[in-house]
């Protein structure tokens, strides 16, 4: 095993580890590109920048993705889904975790 091993295995459970791009998280979440570019615009997401200037996405931006899609969805306009997705994400920080759930 080489000495990258270890550090190329730690990458896969990263949940922010930017693996996606943006054609391949459009697909994964069922979006279009120019969606997630309008959660980008609106401070959902932030996706890094391979060095040829390519999105790249973690899985936890395309969690907050999809959540984002099922509050549209609904009827929900792409901003204020992005403020409940940020207000549900500071929430979930600050309450204990809930003792009846397993985990």
Request: net charge negative; charged share 30%.
């Amino acid at each position: 095993m080489s000495e990258e091993g270890p550090e190329a295995e730690d990458k896969f459970d990263d949940a922010d580890y930017p693996a996606y791009t943006m054609g391949r998280a459009a697909e994964m979440v069922g979006v279009t590109q120019p969606f997630l570019r309008s959660l980008e615009d609106a401070g959902l997401i932030a996706p890094q920048r391979s060095a040829g200037g390519h999105r790249r996405y973690s899985r936890r931006q395309l969690r907050r993705a999809a959540r984002a899609r099922e509050l549209v969805d609904q009827g929900t306009p792409v901003s204020a889904a992005c403020r409940i997705i940020t207000l549900e994400d500071q929430l979930a920080e600050l309450s204990p975790p809930d003792e009846d759930t397993p985990g």
